[in-house]
């Protein structure tokens, strides 16, 4: 399994259309075969805070995604920190 998480930031006044302009790619990565789950989000506390969560099956599928996610032009966050982690198993809680 395959977790990438992490966050961005842009100017408060442009995150939330920074976050809706990725809702198509959320919507097809969703229903692609080998995503566990996708989502980009505004963060609730810092306004100028998105917060980015992917789970992928296998290195495969997301190579196999990457190949035609396709995200959106937009302009550049001014700080990105998002990293990619591989995972063993998981447990439900």
């Given at each position: 399994?395959?977790?990438?998480?992490?966050?961005?930031?842009?100017?408060?006044?442009?995150?939330?259309?920074?976050?809706?302009?990725?809702?198509d790619?959320?919507?097809?990565?969703?229903?692609?075969?080998?995503?566990?789950?996708?989502?980009?989000?505004?963060?609730?506390?810092?306004?100028?805070?998105?917060?980015?969560?992917?789970?992928?099956?296998?290195?495969?599928?997301?190579?196999?995604?990457?190949?035609?996610?396709?995200?959106?032009?937009?302009?550049?966050?001014t700080?990105?920190?998002?990293?990619?982690?591989?995972a063993?198993?998981?447990?439900?809680?």
């Open positions: 399994m395959i977790i990438i998480a992490g966050h961005g930031l842009v100017k408060a006044e442009r995150r939330d259309d920074h976050v809706a302009a990725f809702r790619l959320v919507s097809r990565a969703r229903d692609f075969d080998g995503c566990l789950h996708f989502a980009m989000t505004a963060d609730s506390v810092d306004p100028e805070r998105f917060n980015l969560i992917e789970v992928w099956r296998d290195g495969d599928v997301l190579g196999a995604w990457r190949k035609t996610a396709r995200a959106p032009r937009r302009t550049k966050p700080f990105m920190d998002v990293r990619q982690y591989e063993a198993d998981g447990v439900r809680l």
